[in-house]
C-alpha cells in the first residue's frame, strides 16, 4: 500500500533585512546595561574631558557615573526638590544644576557642598547651561524668563520675558559667548544676543518646544515639539529646511554623534531614530522598553545612554576589536557543515551489509484529517488563528491540495455564520496577494456559489462580502491603471528605438520597388 505524501508547501522568498554601514555601525553595542534610578531621568550629560563621566539627574539628587562603572562615582543631594538640567563645564571642574524650588545651585566635581547658588527665579529651573567663555550661566524656567547669571559675583546679569509659556529648553553657542538660543511651550524659539535686550530671531516651531541642538557650524538648529523633528537655517534668517514627523508620541531629546553626520532623536513612543544629516531618513532605530526623557552620546559614539520615565538607564557600551576577535575566534571553533553530513552521501560496496532503518513521518495535523478523508477538518485545522496569521502559504496549500481531489467545494460548504466570517476574513486579508490569488479566487467564487441563497440572513457575512466586492473592485482597477501604463511605456520604448532599414534583394531601395515605378501601373492582359 502506497504511503500517505504530505502536503506540499511552497516555500516562497523572503526579503532580508537591507544591511547598510549604518546598521553595522548601530548594531555594534553590547547588550545594555541597566541602573535603576530614584525616579525619572530628566537629564545626561557627558564631561568633555577623559575618561568622560556622565552626570544622571533623576529625582532629588545628581549622580555622575564613571564611562564604564554601574555605580554612581559621586553624587550630589543637596537638593530640595526635583533637581533639572545637571550640565558640565566644558572644563569639566564644575555642574550647574536647576531645581523645582526656583534655586540653581553650581557645583565643583571634586567636592559636595554648591559653590554658588542663585535666586531669582520664581518657579521651577528646568534649563541650566554654561556659556563658551565658562564665567556665565544660561537658565530658563517655568516663570516664562531667561536669565544670565556671573559666576565671580554670584549675579544676575540680565532677564528675559519674551515667552509667554514654561521656557524647557536651551543651548548656548559654543563659538559666541553672548549668543543663546531657547524653546519653549509657547510654541516659538528664540535667538537672543546678550548685548541686545530683546531678541535677534524669532522661530514658529506650531508645537511646545522640548528640546533644541545646534549642528557644530552653527548654521543650523533643530527642534524638537510633538511629534515633529524640526531643521532651521539661522543663516538664512531662521528659514525651515526640514520637517520629520517619524515618531508616534512627543519627541523629548535630540543628539548628535560624534562626527555630526547623524541625528538623533528619542520620543515617548520608547523608539530612538537615527536619521542621515544629508537626507534626513532614517538609518537605524532603537527600541526601548519604557519611554525616554532623555539620551546623551558619549564622545567617538563609545556609549549610548537613555533614561526612561520608570526611572532606569540604560547604558550600551561599543565593542572592543578584542571582543570582536574573540566573537570571530568562537565562531571558528564551532563545528563546520560538513561534520553534521558526514556519510550521508556514503555509497555502500558490493560486499556491504546494508541495514536500512525506518523513517518515521511526522504528519501535520491537517495532513492528519486529509489522510482520514475528514476534508471539513482539514481545512478548519488550517484556517486556526496563529496559522493563518503567520503562515499563510500553509492554509492556501491545504485549499490547493483540497481543489486538486475536487474536494475543495465540499470543504466549503455546510458552514455555520461563524466559521464562514473566519474564512471572509482570511479571503480579504489574502486574496490580492499575488503568491495566492490563483487559489484564492476560485475559493472565492465556490463560496458565492454555495452561499448566495443565505446572503441577506447575516449582518457579519453580509459587511464582510460588501468588504470583499470592494476590494476585488479596487484591486481590477488597479490592473487596468497598470495596463494602460503598460502601454504607454511600450509605446514610449517603440518611439525610442532607432529605426532600421532593411533593404530587399534586386532592388537598390529600402522598399523594394525599383527606380521610376513608383506610379507605374501593374500588370495588364493583352486583347487577343
Request: aromatic share 8%; charged share 25%.
Amino acid at each position: 500500500m502506497a504511503s500517505f505524501k504530505s502536503t506540499k508547501i511552497p516555500i516562497y522568498p523572503k526579503l532580508g533585512e537591507k544591511v547598510t554601514p549604518d546598521t553595522l555601525y548601530w548594531k555594534n553595542y553590547k547588550a545594555p546595561v541597566q541602573i535603576k534610578e530614584f525616579g525619572a531621568v530628566t537629564s545626561i550629560d557627558f564631561s568633555s574631558l577623559a575618561p568622560h563621566n556622565y552626570a544622571v539627574t533623576a529625582s532629588t539628587r545628581i549622580h555622575i557615573y564613571g564611562p564604564f562603572s554601574t555605580e554612581p562615582v559621586k553624587t550630589f543631594t543637596r537638593f530640595k526638590d526635583t533637581a533639572y538640567s545637571g550640565k558640565f563645564r566644558s572644563d569639566g571642574q564644575l555642574l550647574v544644576a536647576g531645581c523645582e524650588d526656583s534655586v540653581v545651585r553650581l557645583f565643583d566635581v571634586s567636592g559636595k557642598v554648591a559653590l554658588r547658588v542663585f535666586k531669582g527665579h520664581t518657579k521651577g529651573v528646568h534649563v541650566t547651561d554654561f556659556t563658551s567663555d565658562c564665567y556665565h550661566i544660561l537658565t530658563g524656567s517655568d516663570d516664562y524668563t531667561c536669565r544670565l547669571w556671573d559666576i565671580p559675583n554670584s549675579t544676575e546679569l540680565t532677564s528675559y520675558k519674551e515667552h509667554t509659556d514654561y521656557v524647557r529648553c536651551a543651548i548656548t553657542s559654543k563659538l559666541n559667548r553672548d549668543i543663546f538660543i531657547t524653546g519653549s511651550y509657547d510654541h516659538t524659539l528664540r535667538v537672543f544676543d546678550a548685548r541686545v535686550e530683546k531678541s535677534v530671531m524669532t522661530m514658529d516651531h506650531s508645537q511646545p518646544v522640548e528640546s533644541v541642538l545646534l549642528y557644530p557650524s552653527e548654521g543650523l538648529l533643530v527642534s524638537a515639539g510633538g511629534r515633529y523633528v524640526k531643521v532651521w537655517d539661522l543663516l538664512k534668517g531662521g528659514q525651515p529646511l526640514v520637517s520629520l514627523k517619524n515618531h508616534h508620541k512627543t519627541v523629548t531629546c535630540l543628539s548628535l554623534s560624534s562626527n555630526g553626520q547623524r541625528l538623533l532623536s528619542a520620543s515617548l513612543d520608547r523608539h530612538v531614530k537615527i536619521y542621515n544629516t544629508t537626507n534626513y531618513k532614517v538609518v537605524h532605530n532603537f527600541d526601548y522598553a519604557a519611554s525616554i526623557l532623555s539620551l546623551a552620546l558619549a564622545p567617538d559614539d563609545e556609549s549610548i545612554v537613555v533614561g526612561m520615565t520608570n526611572g532606569v538607564l540604560s547604558i550600551k557600551h561599543r565593542k572592543s576589536s578584542e571582543e570582536k576577535r574573540e566573537m570571530a575566534g568562537k565562531q571558528r571553533m564551532q563545528p563546520v557543515y560538513r561534520i553534521f553530513v558526514k556519510g550521508r552521501n556514503y555509497v555502500p560496496k558490493k560486499d556491504d551489509f546494508l541495514v536500512s532503518k525506518p523513517v518515521k513521518s511526522h504528519l501535520a495535523k491537517y495532513d492528519k484529517q486529509l489522510k482520514k478523508f475528514n476534508i471539513s477538518k482539514a481545512l478548519d485545522t488550517a484556517l486556526e488563528s496563529w496559522r493563518r496569521n503567520k503562515n499563510p502559504e500553509i492554509t492556501v496549500a491545504v485549499m490547493k491540495e483540497l481543489d486538486r481531489r475536487g474536494t475543495l467545494k465540499n470543504a466549503l460548504a455546510g458552514r455555520a455564520e461563524q466559521n464562514l466570517s473566519l474564512l471572509l476574513k482570511f479571503l480579504i486579508g489574502n486574496v490580492v496577494d499575488p503568491r495566492f490569488t490563483p487559489v484564492l479566487v476560485t475559493a472565492t467564487e465556490m463560496i458565492l456559489d454555495i452561499y448566495q441563497a443565505v446572503v441577506g440572513q447575516s449582518s457579519v457575512v453580509d459587511r464582510q462580502l460588501v468588504c470583499l466586492q470592494e476590494l476585488v473592485e479596487r484591486e481590477v482597477d488597479y490592473q487596468q491603471d497598470l495596463l494602460e501604463v503598460l502601454g504607454m511605456l511600450d509605446t514610449l520604448f517603440a518611439a525610442s528605438l532607432p529605426r532600421k532599414e532593411v533593404p530587399c534583394p534586386g532592388s537598390s531601395r529600402p522598399n523594394g520597388l525599383a527606380e521610376g515605378c513608383l506610379g507605374a501601373p501593374g500588370p495588364q492582359l493583352q486583347s487577343a
